[in-house]
């Protein structure tokens, strides 16, 4: 099994897993790990093929869910309370499914279980970052410059350079962090959702929607419910498809309504 990387914060309460998406890592999820942390144990999570996490083979959801769950029960099956957002929303899906005993609570964030078109813009990210000459980067202002032409969204693309490290064994200095080899070659997979032969999940879903984002529809809404009969839509104001960094207090807001944390 795959390594995967994560850090903890707080160390009193339930325990809540936070699972990013595509070029993500565990990190991105920090300030909404301390805001959680009063009242949870919150642990970030990278997954495969992203952060410090390993490297594998190939990529689908269901080997994910796996990595993720393999390394949270170490601890113990205590049952678990997910957010996933996008990708880390699929997985987050998965895990509910196919371990539903181990997910006591669900968050969805702007993702469905449907397939999506949407990542051919994450194809162009892909291109972008793979055509930069490593060994002719001599800071990160000149990389984020080489990669303009490729993604002109100045959060996206400084969203996506927090993969870019430096790497002393490394000939250019440089490295990518994550693995744009695969990723970039299974794009559609990673758009798309898998049959996983599962019953729908019994527990509750919050499934968060961004106001500005197209990524959740009255057409996927079907295909949700079928999955996880008991969801509960909110759509949040002023966001696009990066709700909790976007709007980041109403997020956290909500959460602690959804895991009752401020209930003690």
Do not use: C
Not at 22 to 48: C, E, H, Y
Request: charged content about 20%; aromatic content about 8%; cysteine-free.
């Amino acid at each position: 099994m795959v390594e995967i990387h994560h850090t903890r914060v707080g160390d009193q309460g339930p325990r809540i897993v936070l699972l990013h998406g595509l070029f993500g890592q565990g990190k991105n999820w920090t300030s909404v790990a301390k805001a959680l942390s009063d009242r949870a144990q919150v642990i970030l999570i990278d997954l495969p093929n992203h952060g410090r996490s390993g490297w594998t083979d190939r990529v689908t959801y269901a080997q994910m869910a796996d990595a993720v769950v393999e390394v949270l029960t170490q601890d113990g099956d205590e049952p678990l309370r997910v957010v996933g957002h996008s990708m880390g929303g699929k997985v987050a899906m998965a895990m509910a499914l196919l371990q539903p005993h181990l997910v006591e609570r669900l968050v969805v964030t702007d993702i469905a279980p449907v397939r999506y078109q949407q990542l051919s813009s994450f194809g162009e990210y892909v291109t972008g970052m793979r055509s930069i000459d490593l060994s002719r980067v001599v800071s990160r202002s000149d990389a984020d410059r080489r990669l303009r032409p490729y993604v002109p969204d100045d959060v996206v693309r400084s969203f996506l350079l927090q993969n870019l490290r430096r790497d002393a064994d490394s000939e250019s200095g440089w490295r990518w962090q994550v693995n744009l080899s695969l990723l970039g070659a299974q794009l559609a997979d990673l758009g798309d959702w898998p049959d996983l032969s599962a019953p729908p999940y019994p527990g509750p879903v919050l499934w968060v929607a961004g106001a500005q984002s197209d990524y959740i529809t009255e057409a996927y809404a079907r295909a949700m419910r079928r999955l996880f009969p008991r969801t509960q839509l909110i759509t949040i104001k002023n966001a696009g498809h990066w709700v909790h960094s976007e709007q980041p207090e109403v997020f956290v807001a909500t959460l602690r309504r959804f895991f009752a944390l401020d209930d003690r």
